[in-house]
């Protein structure tokens, strides 16, 4: 199978390196040019467009910051969607609007393709590595056929039904995600105030019903205050707003992911758009004139767990 892999960012340029470390015939595009150069010295095709690619390739595969962006590239006259032909396949792997999903869907139909949602969860370092989850929306003869791929990007891999149903569970999971870090924040805070020793509560909640992946990965570069988790405070906000807007569009009331979405709006204000989101818990410390710092935690998070073949849970 040939994969192309459009947007080579913080995740996509990890999962696309995942392909070509398992031996996939790669094909890459993305603005930034030492980013492609990057892949072709290891030995990736660069394609001049997405309609280039699209025509070079059976998988293409999309990993891009927004849902106008990944619509620039599909429809655009030297788009993906100008190059497809039948039975090729296209996977969304962004963070996006499940309806965006669905209406591009209904583009690659036309053309005789087959429209995949795949969005990912579990960090960055998790990418690296090829041990991220990956969730996937659409046919399952297509899921199948794909699979060989996506257990070479990530560890476990989820038939989520059919399209659409992958991004609105991504769209759920950072949501939680989201909250867990803001609570963590006044978590934090009474540990602090309480003199504590920061290390030894790491410890506490990482053994207790109070655990989270969150927990476990972020609040180590919190500890250690760099707050380096390699997702920014705009893309939160971009999923956070997702996950309201999706509850206003079921009429579904919710108490308190309308308070997230305006506490990350109060950290991009504070901080900058592409702050590291996990400076949300600063708005803490600022406001108690207090720092989490503790000893012994990284500056940036490394899996430490050896790649592993992929398989479906």
Request: proline letters at 3%.
């Amino acid at each position: 199978m040939k994969v192309g892999f459009i947007g080579l960012g913080n995740v996509g340029g990890k999962l696309a390196s995942s392909l070509l470390r398992n031996n996939f015939n790669l094909t890459v595009r993305d603005l930034d040019k030492n980013l492609t150069k990057n892949f072709q010295n290891k030995g990736a095709k660069i394609a001049n467009s997405p309609k280039e690619l699209a025509q070079q390739v059976d998988l293409i595969i999309t990993c891009l910051p927004s849902p106008k962006v990944c619509s620039k590239v599909m429809e655009s006259e030297d788009g993906v969607i100008n190059g497809l032909s039948k039975n090729k396949i296209w996977l969304e792997m962004s963070t996006t609007d499940e309806s965006e999903v669905k209406r591009l869907g209904k583009l690659v139909l036309n053309k005789e393709s087959i429209a995949l949602d795949g969005p990912v969860s579990g960090g960055c370092h998790r990418a690296a590595t090829g041990n991220i989850a990956i969730f996937v929306g659409g046919e399952r003869y297509a899921f199948e056929k794909i699979l060989p791929a996506l257990t070479s990007m990530g560890r476990k891999i989820l038939h989520a039904g059919e399209l659409g149903s992958a991004t609105v569970l991504k769209v759920i999971t950072n949501y939680l995600a989201s909250a867990h870090l803001v609570t963590l924040g006044e978590a934090w805070t009474v540990a602090k105030k309480s003199n504590l020793d920061l290390s030894k509560v790491y410890k506490g909640i990482a053994v207790s019903s109070g655990n989270s992946f969150v927990h476990e990965t972020e609040s180590q570069v919190i500890l250690n205050g760099s707050y380096n988790i390699n997702f920014t405070m705009d893309l939160v906000l971009k999923d956070t707003g997702l996950f309201d807007n999706l509850a206003k569009k079921l009429n579904a009331p919710l108490e308190i992911s309308p308070l997230i979405v305006k506490i990350f709006e109060d950290g991009k204000k504070k901080y900058g758009s592409r702050a590291w989101s996990s400076m949300i818990v600063k708005r803490m410390e600022d406001l108690n004139n207090i720092n989490f710092r503790a000893d012994g935690f990284p500056d940036e998070l490394v899996d430490s767990e050896q790649e592993e073949k992929g398989y479906e849970i």
